[in-house]
Structures are given as C-alpha cells and as structure tokens.
C-alpha cells in the first residue's frame, strides 16, 4: 500500500513539474485502478447510426468563424474610449477561450501617462490569482530592473500581450493571439506612450510583426507605426527568461540602458 502511494506521489509531483497544475475534472481519477470494460456496440447499430457522408474525405473546418470573431474583437475595441472601457470590454469578451479557464482577467498595472510602456508575453499563475501584470518571480525582478534605471511603477505602464493566463503557462496558441491582438493595438492607442519595451519573443512577435528570435532582435531600436503612432520600440529578454539564464542579465542591463539614454537625451518623459 505504501509503495502505491509513493508511486501516486510521484506522478503527481512529476504533472505539476509539467505544468499539470490544474483540475478538468469534477472529482479526481484513480489511475491505480483500471476502468470497468465499456460494453461493446454492435457493429450492426453502429453503422445505421452513421451517417452517410461520414464515409467521405474530412473536409477543412471554415475560417469564417475564426475571421468574424477577430473581426467583433476589432470592433469591439475600437468602440472603446477610455482604458475603463477597454477594461470593461475584454471583461466581458467571452470569445476567447483562455477566458473560461482564467481566474482573473489581467489588464494592466502602473501609470498610463508615464510615456514608458512594457509590454510582455502572458499572465502566471501569481498573475492570474491577484489580476495584475508581473507580480510574482519575474515581476519582482522586473521591478528591480526599472530601479536600476530610476524608475518604479509610478514612472511606467505595464501590460501583456494576452490578457488571460493560459492554463498550466503554456504559450498562447495563434488564435489566442489573434483575438487579443485588437485590444492590444487599442491600448497601446489609448496609452499613447512616447515609447515600448517589449519583454521577451511573444511580445516581439505580436507587436513587430516579426518572425525572428528575440535573441536578434533585442538591444536593436524598432519602430511601431500603426494608427498614426510612430514609437521607438527596444525588444528584450522576458525576465522570467533571465531567471534561468543568469548570463543574459548582462545583456538586458546594456538594453535597459538603452531605453534610460533615449529618455534622457530626447527629454521625452
């Protein structure tokens, strides 16, 4: 019986390891135990109950639904004003599906007129409990590298690109992305910041519209020139990256300097 439980322990501790760290189910499921045979459907049943196209080459799923539920999103951004509404929006937007799983949604944190804007990849598990963006691990040092450049929460914005956690901080799927892409672009309208720090490959990808690595792209000034806005963007490294790779510490501070200089020399904030 002992050696059952460590066992069950041990598989345990291995899916939380693997991001396992929620429940889909009611009630919890003894794998010691093997199911009760399902009974067999007569194969004479099963066939009248087919139906007849089932016998046909699968056809590809329609992309309308995926176009007209971007498309509300689009809509339903843009009609927002103010960053309450906004707020209020994606409150209430149910086509996403990383809303039915999340606890929270996760806006936005710190100062909008501040002119100092970081956008990252996605909310945590510590996010998605307190509704707030960069409040765990990664956000503690977060803060300590705003520090580093005299600032603080007061003197910056910060946001995600996704607005949910994902279960289990898997990466965004495409549609997640796409459906949240409006009410992205929308903010950063509404902030109108003087400039973007984008923190780590996600946020990169969806706000640059680029393909390649953050490892090219950081250290480098872009550009973000969409709804009349013309901002210089510096891409980094997610802090939760520097978490497990010390080295690459070294790297954000040289970026990090970067941004303060730029602040600093064009008096912008």
């Known amino acids: 019986?002992?050696?059952?439980r460590d066992l069950?322990?041990?598989?345990?501790?291995?899916?939380?390891?693997?991001?396992?760290?929620?429940p889909i189910g009611d009630a919890p499921v003894n794998r010691l135990v093997a199911p009760p045979p399902k009974a067999a459907e007569p194969l004479a049943a099963a066939v009248a109950a087919a139906p007849r196209q089932a016998t046909r080459a699968p056809q590809?799923?329609?992309?309308?639904?995926v176009q007209e539920s971007v498309s509300t999103a689009r809509r339903i951004a843009q009609g927002c004003?103010?960053?309450?509404?906004?707020?209020?929006?994606?409150?209430r937007f149910d086509l996403c599906?990383?809303?039915?799983?999340a606890t929270n949604l996760v806006f936005a944190d710190g100062n909008p007129d501040s002119g100092l804007m970081f956008i990252g990849e996605a909310p945590g598990a510590d996010e998605d409990r307190q509704g707030l963006p960069f409040v765990g691990a990664s956000g503690k040092l977060l803060d300590r590298m705003l520090a580093a450049i005299g600032r603080d929460r007061t003197t910056a914005y910060i946001t995600n690109t996704i607005f949910w956690r994902p279960p289990g901080n898997r990466t965004p799927t495409p549609l997640e992305s796409e459906l949240c892409v409006p009410f992205?672009?929308?903010?950063?309208?509404?902030?109108?910041p003087k400039m973007l720090v984008l923190l780590g490959k996600q946020a990169a990808t969806v706000v640059l519209e680029s393909a390649e690595g953050i490892t090219r792209l950081r250290g480098k000034w872009k550009a973000y020139t969409r709804s009349g806005l013309d901002l210089p963007v510096m891409p980094t490294y997610h802090p939760a990256y520097l978490l497990r790779n010390a080295?690459?510490?070294?790297?954000a501070w040289r970026d990090f300097l970067e941004v303060?200089?730029?602040?600093?020399?064009?008096?912008?904030v």
Not at 83 to 88: F, G, K, N, Q, S
């Open 1 to 4: 019986m002992t050696d059952d």
């Open 8 to 22: 069950a322990l041990a598989l345990l501790r291995w899916q939380v390891e693997m991001g396992a760290d929620e």
């Open 60 to 65: 590809a799923l329609p992309l309308q639904p």
């Open 81 to 91: 004003n103010s960053l309450d509404e906004l707020r209020e929006a994606l409150s």
């Open 97 to 101: 599906p990383l809303r039915a799983t």
């Open 184 to 192: 992205l672009e929308r903010h950063i309208e509404l902030v109108r």
């Open 247 to 251: 080295p690459a510490k070294r790297e």
């Open 260 to 268: 303060k200089n730029r602040l600093e020399s064009t008096n912008s």
